[in-house]
């Protein structure tokens, strides 16, 4: 079995090693008749183009970044920061095999049996956040009279912002997707007209404590989707170096094992093949790689200049408040 692990000792640039895993994973796919492998040599592909065919990527930051604009006249007095980025190579394979795990196992936990070939590559469909963007706002505290409320008001920001969002974004292309998300997982605040398209982590956090708004959109001119992320300051910390960051990734370590103890060896090839690049992945000792443009001194030092680990940035913009000085 073909596993990334096997190709990032090479000393390969990221989009060499994506290259050959995924040209290997097709062919050892076309000669064991493995219709999932070649799914996941075809999601690996679309990888592969995001980083050889990026002119896209200038238009629909050049259109995002229009929201920016609009938020510095709208709210001058908030400092903000848009980032982008692209899923970096092991996110992406870690949420690949992620998937398979997780609708395996709650498919036969449901009803007694696996799932067909046809129904996991189905269900692979899925992916809409290959490409993100996020927001980030904080209120400087001049601008608060009673800091204990401070927390409150940023978040009443969010959701003014996470009204006005989609209509903008769809008149220059975009057009935003239902998120599935129950509806009453949503916060009030968020008007009637976009309340379909959100999933509100904010109203109700996840169990590590994350909170963040998501909504995804598919960009009409590029053809392809993109995932809006809104957020504070303090939760994009919690979810970025806080706990939810490191508990986060226990938690997924824990969940992969546990579905193990129910699933056992051998009953379900495609759920083993999954499960075992999992976690490699997760036991890799990202100090011993060679990937060319990456270097780590453990598996929290980390330089990454590759999209290897972290992501790529694509669209870097901060905007300061213009009073947060006043006294």
Do not use: W
């Amino acid at each position: 079995m073909i596993t990334l692990n096997d190709y990032l000792y090479s000393g390969d640039t990221v989009l060499k090693i994506l290259l050959k895993y995924s040209s290997d994973l097709k062919e050892e796919a076309i000669s064991t008749h493995n219709p999932i492998d070649l799914a996941h040599s075809n999601f690996l592909i679309q990888i592969i183009e995001l980083l050889e065919h990026t002119d896209f990527l200038t238009s629909q930051s050049q259109r995002i970044k229009e929201f920016y604009h609009y938020m510095t006249e709208k709210y001058p007095f908030l400092a903000f920061t848009f980032k982008g980025r692209i899923k970096s190579l092991i996110r992406a394979e870690e949420k690949f095999n992620g998937y398979i795990l997780e609708y395996i196992y709650n498919y036969y936990k449901e009803h007694g049996e696996y799932p067909t070939d046809a129904q996991i590559k189905n269900n692979l469909n899925c992916f809409r956040d290959l490409i993100a963007y996020r927001i980030v706002i904080s209120l400087p505290v001049c601008h608060v009279d009673d800091e204990e409320k401070l927390d409150a008001q940023e978040v009443g920001y969010l959701y003014e912002i996470a009204n006005v969002l989609p209509q903008f974004l769809e008149e220059r292309g975009f057009t935003p997707e239902l998120s599935g998300h129950p509806d009453d997982l949503r916060g009030e605040a968020l008007a009637e007209s976009v309340r379909p398209y959100y999933r509100d982590y904010v109203q109700t956090p996840r169990p590590t404590g994350y909170r963040s708004m998501h909504i995804t959109l598919y960009d009409n001119q590029a053809r392809c989707y993109t995932e809006m992320q809104l957020r504070t300051k303090d939760m994009d910390d919690y979810a970025e170096i806080g706990e939810a960051n490191h508990f986060g990734y226990e938690k997924i370590q824990e969940e992969s094992r546990s579905k193990r103890d129910i699933i056992a060896p051998g009953e379900c090839a495609i759920f083993d093949e999954a499960y075992e690049r999992l976690i490699k992945l997760q036991d890799l000792d990202l100090s011993q790689i060679k990937v060319n443009m990456f270097k780590a001194y453990n598996n929290q030092l980390i330089n990454d200049g590759c999209g290897l680990f972290r992501g790529r940035q694509i669209l870097p913009f901060e905007h300061l408040s213009r009073f947060q000085f006043d006294t």
